[in-house]
């Protein structure tokens, strides 16, 4: 059984200090707002965090279309998978437009 995942702590993050990092991240992700999740991706770049910035990317994914998130980047399903993977190394492009496409379906 796949371990669960938890966000972890972002130094000045509105979030770190309410201590919702104790639950798993898709809890989380449905939870906040585009602001909070904006907020939470634009941490893990600060505090250089590659790996929790894909794990939120990937909860996000799973509780959204993953063709329409694609379609809104300009993008294939297939890359919007390889940003995640274990392995993926997004391009500040496909970042960009992920959150681009994030704020777009706010709207």
């Known amino acids: ?10 130094e000045g993050s509105a979030k770190s200090t309410r201590g919702l990092k104790d639950f798993d991240t898709g809890t989380l992700i449905k939870a906040m ?13 600060k505090d250089k965090d590659a790996e929790a910035f894909k794990e939120i ?3 996000y994914l799973n509780h959204h279309n993953k ?9 294939s399903r297939t890359t919007l998978y390889r940003m ?6 997004p391009t ?4 960009i437009n992920l959150i681009d496409s994030i704020e777009k379906e706010a709207a």
């Not at 059984?1 to 972002?10: F, G, N, S």
């Not at 707002?33 to 770049?45: F, I, K």
Request: glycine share 4%; with cysteine; charged share 30%.
């Open 33 to 45: 707002s585009v602001n909070d999740l904006c907020e939470e991706l634009t941490n893990c770049l």
């Open 67 to 75: 063709n329409a998130v694609a379609k809104r980047m300009g993008v």
């Open 84 to 89: 995640v993977s274990e392995d993926g190394n």
């Open 1 to 10: 059984m796949r371990k669960k995942k938890t966000l972890k702590k972002h």
């Open 92 to 95: 500040l492009d496909n970042i």
């Open 57 to 59: 990317l990937w909860s």
